[in-house]
């Protein structure tokens, strides 16, 4: 079985990406149309990061485009024409983008009459929020739509609320003064780094899968693991990391790398839901995956000023325990229905896989070293290593070709093709993240307008009875129900303003200072499991289609999977070494919620890394009732005490009088290793 790793020239987007998947596949000058659309809007990114072209103005623009393409690509019902574009949503698109573009056109006039709009202002302004909403329903169904309109409601019909949730009301032409002509709304912080950085990733991820990286990653992960037990499923692991490192899209995730492994689980011997649940568990994680994380984590940097190689360095040690915790659910599955691996003939060769790709990675290093040594922006360093995959489409093809002999210009007119289809697959991409956060503007409008937020405290204050515990929980279950129906992006912008605060004040007022990064944190890691939270997981279905499973079952099974991941967030917050900042002792400064400590250096990084390794082994085995065999009920419970140990060291130091909290996890670890030792003596792994 040798590997493929050089993609497929694609003259004809016929694999288009989910924008026209889920909606219109047209044809002659409407299919021509939606390409130059997208095309220009994937050059207009490129150009902007160079030209000192006022932000704001780049957010009008940015939306205009996403906004049009989405009328013009997604039908308003299912009976709607797939192949044309109706005169009725081409005049929607027009009258879409004409009323993003307002704030570019009139830009200066705005300014000059600051909170004073015209009749002029409040007809487009109202005009464009409802386009808005009804493109986020399009694009993504009715529960950003409904949330929009529930928070657009809540200004308005303020006076009219229960007490502790009444405020003065606003005015239709304060709202949208607010949420239209303002950068509090629609055009915030969201959209801007949609604007700013999102697109460029998307199209860096976009521009390496057209150029075969997703296919290499694929072919390199089984080569290094198909041999091991439950092989094509850790190949599966692999492969989602590493693919999620560039697509940051769990749905994405799982089509791409799920058509190759989910059929090879099932051959070597796991049932179908398992099959499919290990790859939702594995694409699902592929978002917390640096260097991308998805979009929301570009957000989290800018919501609280930092930088975003900071979010990168306080999520790396979570996401790789994460992916570790996954690989040892698969090995212990495999051992469980006594699984073998691939035989290695039927392997593709290793080295010449790792080398007949290894250009793939070039982009992904310079993306790192441009980011982490060089410290250039998250933009400059996403434009350079663009350039990058660029220049290895045009010319990998052509080199091939000299190569082996062949034509070369049939080879470079495909480089060139691929390059072109990129382009138009990254603007594709990205509409639906960029009305996703457009859209989610609204409630970050909604706080600022009203003081939502300290009336939220004060509902959750009732109902948590104070206790940050509950908040927590409160928080955990809120996001994964909204994520059932929002895509990680809005979920995380929809959260992170309503109840990061409250998380960081709540724990402040209980005598544990929250770096604020913990509390987003927290929220970005429960909107991503929603994708695989059923009733509604969308990533189960898309893996329940290619596995012909049960989806709620397969949702069930990857939401098991996926409890190890579902604990961290917990666990930072009580122990934010585990983020890699110092542990923030009772009393402390409210200023040190926002401006912590990093721990530095290797060695206590790396001590801190094995730690949280063994304590998510410690974990996995309790849930999966197999440690070195059967595990029964009471060896469960004491690997889940060995955990919260070596997760939480102070629990035990704090009421000890032990000054070095991590000297209290030398117990756990020797009970670990003793009770393994034991395990292994008397049953076979």
């Known amino acids: ?301 800018e919501f609280l000023g930092i930088s975003y190689l900071e979010v990168v360095k306080a999520a790396f040690i979570p996401a790789v325990v994460s992916y570790l915790g996954l690989f040892y659910v698969v090995h212990l599955e495999s051992c469980k229905l006594g699984l073998k691996g691939v035989p290695k003939d039927q392997l593709p060769p290793l080295i010449r896989t790792f080398l007949s790709g290894i250009h793939f990675l070039f982009p992904v290093f310079l993306l790192i070293y441009t980011l982490v040594v060089e410290r250039q922006s998250a933009g400059m360093a996403a434009f350079n290593a663009i350039l990058m995959v660029m220049i290895i489409m045009v010319v990998q093809k052509p080199l091939l070709a000299i190569l082996y002999k062949k034509p070369l210009f049939p080879s470079l007119r495909e480089g060139f093709s691929d390059l072109y289809f990129g382009l138009i697959d990254g603007a594709r991409y990205m509409v639906p993240i960029a009305l996703a956060t457009a859209a989610a503007g609204l409630v970050v409008g909604t706080i600022t307008l009203t003081g939502l937020g300290q009336r939220l405290l004060e509902v959750i204050e009732v109902i948590a009875m104070g206790h940050l515990i509950l908040v927590l929980l409160l928080t955990a279950i809120t996001s994964l129900i909204l994520g059932m129906g929002l895509p990680t992006t809005a979920n995380y912008i929809v959260m992170a303003s309503l109840t990061a605060p409250i998380i960081v004040q709540l724990g402040g007022e209980g005598g544990l200072i929250i770096p604020a990064i913990a509390a987003h944190l927290f929220v970005f890691y429960f909107g991503i499991l929603a994708d695989d939270t059923p009733p509604v997981g969308l990533a189960a279905y898309a893996a329940s289609a290619i596995a012909r499973s049960d989806p709620i079952k397969t949702g069930i099974q990857g939401f098991t999977y996926d409890l190890r991941t579902a604990i961290l967030p917990f666990m930072f917050i009580f122990n934010t070494d585990l983020i890699l900042i110092h542990g923030i002792q009772p009393g402390g400064s409210a200023m040190q919620a926002s401006s912590w400590i990093w721990i530095e250096g290797w060695l206590p990084s790396l001590g801190l890394f094995a730690l949280a390794t063994v304590a998510m082994f410690a974990f996995v085995s309790a849930i999966m009732g197999w440690n070195a065999g059967v595990a029964p009920w009471w060896e469960r419970v004491l690997l889940l005490l060995i955990c919260l140990a070596l997760f939480r060291p102070n629990l035990l130091a704090d009421p000890l009088g032990v000054a070095q909290k991590y000297y209290m996890t030398l117990p756990p670890l020797l009970l670990y290793g003793s009770l393994l030792f034991w395990k292994s003596r008397t049953k076979a792994v």
């Open 1 to 301: 079985m040798a590997p493929t790793v050089t993609a497929a020239s694609q003259t004809e987007p016929s694999d288009a990406p989910p924008l026209e998947r889920n909606g219109r596949s047209p044809d002659g000058w409407s299919r021509h149309l939606l390409t130059i659309l997208a095309l220009s809007w994937s050059l207009f990114q490129l150009w902007v990061v160079h030209e000192a072209i006022n932000d704001t103005l780049v957010r009008g623009i940015h939306l205009a485009f996403a906004i049009t393409l989405a009328y013009l690509s997604f039908p308003a019902r299912k009976s709607s024409p797939k192949k044309s574009i109706p005169l009725t949503d081409a005049f929607l698109a027009l009258t879409a983008g004409s009323g993003a573009l307002y704030l570019v056109v009139n830009y200066n006039a705005i300014a000059q009459r600051p909170g004073l709009p015209i009749f002029q202002d409040i007809l487009f302004g109202v005009v464009t929020l409802a386009l808005l909403l009804e493109a986020s329903r399009r694009t993504l169904g009715p529960a950003l739509m409904i949330i929009g309109l529930v928070f657009l409601s809540y200004c308005y019909f303020g006076p009219a609320l229960p007490e502790l949730l009444a405020h003065r009301g606003a005015s239709v032409s304060k709202i949208i003064n607010h949420m239209y002509l303002t950068t509090e709304g629609i055009f915030g912080v969201p959209l801007r780094v949609s604007a700013s950085f999102v697109f460029l990733f998307v199209l860096f991820g976009a521009l390496l899968d057209r150029a075969g990286a997703g296919h290499y990653f694929i072919q390199l992960a089984y080569a290094a693991l198909g041999k091991y037990r439950g092989g094509p499923a850790k190949a599966a692991i692999a492969a989602s990391g590493m693919t999620g490192m560039i697509s940051g899209s769990s749905i994405a995730n799982t089509v791409t790398t799920g058509t190759f492994t989910i059929p090879l689980m099932k051959k070597i011997g796991f049932p179908a839901e398992k099959a499919g649940a290990i790859e939702v568990a594995a694409s699902t994680n592929g978002q917390l995956m640096p260097p991308i994380m998805g979009a929301a984590a570009f957000i989290i940097a």
